[in-house]
């Protein structure tokens, strides 16, 4: 009798061979089934994943939140569980054994596990300045739960029941230099800065996890990031970096805990920041005008996200 937990992963790749097997392998005697989602790779990501017995599919990459709920829909997943893994993020022992322990006996009610996500940067973890715990929710009944739409920041979003938690790590363990981070946040900020003006111009009509002070980890990370973008262009770069590096006691991280905050909590917020203020200073903060700025500059129509 096949003792596996009936849980499938799916994992999303574009050129991921310098971290895909490390996450396959951490998924051994844990997932039943593994799905990976390819966006047409053009390295050995297909060869490691068929090699180690995954499921394979390639299908155009629109956004994060359009491929998962791809898989979802087209996948032909027959487990009761689902945990979606980043391609380079792999599972700690003492989160895998808590799977395989506690996934089978689950309460009817509970249709989604939280799990708390730790950073690795510069080859060691962040565990200050507000970077852990982290809590998401990764694990799902199947059935039960869709990856909001949304540019940046999507989670997933239950359409039943209620959620749980694992104690153990999703390790986020990224081996690409800085070069390669700085050229992601970038589009990344790029994506953020069409979030932020959706929610003021309504470009689409998102279905969105609640914000709540009082809710879970995620409601709550919500309900900040919502005060958070209240505060003025500019400003508040300097005041998220303020409050990371010397109230949450990041640079008690040392040299990395000083890089990270600059990169991460500093530039990236403040390049988010400078996108809005370019494309509404082109546009004359007129929605129709916005749409096609996007559209023209970075090929995305802000109106269709899902």
């Known amino acids: 009798m096949d003792k596996t937990p009936s849980l499938t992963a799916i994992i999303l790749t574009y050129n991921e061979e310098i971290h895909l ?9 844990v997932c039943r089934e593994i799905v990976v989602i390819d966006s047409y790779s053009t390295d050995r990501t297909e060869e490691i994943a068929i090699n180690h017995g995954a499921r394979f599919y390639q299908n155009k990459f629109s956004n994060h939140a359009n491929q998962l709920n791809w898989c979802i829909e087209f996948g032909e997943i027959q487990t009761d569980w689902i945990i979606r893994v980043d391609a380079d993020e ?6 895998a054994q808590n799977i395989k322990k506690n996934l089978g006996t689950m309460n009817d009610n509970i249709h989604g596990i939280r799990v708390k996500r730790l950073m690795y940067f510069f080859d060691k973890p962040l565990k200050r300045g507000g970077m852990y715990p982290i809590w998401h929710t990764k694990i799902w009944r199947n059935g039960s739960a869709l990856c909001e739409q949304r540019w940046m920041d999507e989670r997933m ?3 039943q029941g209620e959620t749980t938690t694992l104690e153990g790590d999703l390790i986020d363990y990224n081996l690409n230099n800085l070069t390669w981070w700085t ?12 979030d932020i003006l959706d929610e003021i111009y309504n470009f689409t009509n998102s279905n969105l996890v609640l914000s709540n002070l009082f809710g879970n980890a995620e409601e709550r990370r919500r309900w900040f990031k919502q ?6 262009l500019f400003l508040r770069p300097f005041l998220f970096w303020f409050v990371r590096y010397f109230l949450q006691g990041g640079f008690l991280e040392g040299k990395r805990g000083f890089i990270w905050n600059i990169l991460q909590c500093g530039w990236y917020r403040f390049l988010v920041d400078a996108k809005i203020y370019e494309a509404c200073k082109k546009s004359g903060h007129n929605k129709e005008s916005l749409i096609l700025y996007f559209k023209e500059h970075y090929g995305y129509d802000v109106t269709k996200i899902s």
């Open 21 to 29: 097997q490390r996450c396959l392998d951490s998924l051994k005697g």
């Open 227 to 232: 005060r958070y973008l209240n505060l003025p």
């Open 90 to 95: 792999f599972i700690s022992n003492e989160l």
């Open 157 to 159: 979003k239950l359409n």
């Open 183 to 194: 050229q992601k946040h970038n589009g990344y900020a790029t994506r953020e800065a069409i």
